[in-house]
């Protein structure tokens, strides 16, 4: 019928669209166009876009229900372990381990469904849970989970995650060699800005002013990060503000 034809004609404007928004940062635009293309046609990759735009604009309980939506439609185990993810960053930890050891009994070897699981373990400091967890990842020679969540669009990389957990157990020297690590191993202004926090809150001052400094200039370019990384560096105070700008 006509509504079907012109659906038909819509979905390529609404992809690329979606994409285009999502890809300026217009995470609200890119919302309304991969909603509107989900109800002509439900492809998983656009449901994974849609999920993605919701958590980037820090709407993460959204996200979850359009995971719950596709759930019927999309229950493999790598579905699952995506949206184990989407639950654990709304804050659903019960939800999110549910799906991902669903995810595992139906494939053993779903990494991505392990590394939620370490997540939600950390976040319950059941810090023997998360280590095995991590560790077990970190022996995968072939396997690195990038997309379409764990990845440095939405904050992780495994290493950066075991950092974010030796800091947890007040692990200062596994900390320290984590985060020296993701930052030689990735051009990432995102743990230079936790590593700085971590430095400043243990009064080493001049180090994490200095990876304040680097995280600036690896956001040169996008203006909002910028001012959001400077404005979270002066709430430290003028003490430490002043020691940056005199040095």
């Known amino acids: 019928n006509r509504a079907e034809e ?14 285009l928004q999502f890809a300026i940062g217009d ?25 993605g735009a919701y958590l980037l604009a820090n709407q993460p309980e959204q996200a979850l229900l359009v995971a719950i939506d596709g759930f019927g439609r999309n229950n493999d ?5 995506n949206i184990a993810f989407i639950a ?32 939600v373990a950390a976040r319950n400091e059941n810090f023997d849970t998360a280590i095995e967890y991590f560790d077990l990842l970190a022996e995968q ?14 904050g992780h990389i495994l290493t950066l995650d075991r950092a974010r957990l030796a800091q947890m157990m007040g692990d200062d020297e596994q900390a320290e060699a984590f985060y020296a ?12 800005i936790e590593r700085g926090r971590w430095y400043l809150n243990q009064n080493r001052v001049d ?13 040169e370019g996008n203006e909002p990060l910028t001012q959001a990384i400077v404005e979270e560096f002066v709430d430290y105070g003028s003490e430490i503000v002043s020691r940056a700008v005199f040095r």
């Open 6 to 19: 012109l659906g038909a004609q819509l979905i390529p404007v609404l992809s690329l669209r979606g994409n």
């Open 27 to 51: 995470y609200e635009g890119a919302i309304e166009d991969y909603t509107r293309y989900l109800t002509y046609s439900d492809e998983l990759g656009v449901r994974y876009s849609l999920l």
């Open 77 to 81: 185990p790598n579905y699952l372990a």
């Open 88 to 119: 654990y960053r709304a804050g659903d930890d019960e939800q999110a381990t549910k799906w991902a050891n669903d995810a595992l009994v139906r494939d053993g070897n779903e990494f991505a469904a392990y590394y939620v699981l370490a997540m």
């Open 141 to 154: 020679e072939d396997w690195q989970y990038n997309w379409p969540f764990l990845n440095q669009q939405y």
């Open 181 to 192: 690590q993701v930052i030689d191993e990735t051009y990432w202004y995102l743990p230079y």
């Open 207 to 219: 180090q994490g002013i200095d990876d304040f400094i680097q995280a600036v200039r690896l956001a």
